[in-house]
């Protein structure tokens, strides 16, 4: 996702989970929106403005605890 829709210049495969966002990738602003939008859509949830903070998208590993927490909270997760 941040290869192909975000546009970050590192290959996949040199990245780490504990890679910062904004620092190690130079995501700005927007990106970190559209980073937002692009984990709603393709994993079914709905990031609020208040789970939408920097400790959250700080690195490849805060935001997939973040989708995993929403996917586990999720109505369609009990399915």
Known sequence: M?????????????MTPDDRLRTDFGL??????????????TFGIT????EATPENFTSIRTVAELVRSLQARSPAAGD
Do not use: H, K, M, Y
């Open 2 to 14: 941040l290869v192909t829709d975000l546009f970050v210049e590192i290959p996949a495969d040199r």
């Open 28 to 41: 700005d602003s927007l990106g970190f929106v559209e980073l937002r939008v692009q984990c709603e859509n």
């Open 47 to 50: 990031i609020t403005d208040a």
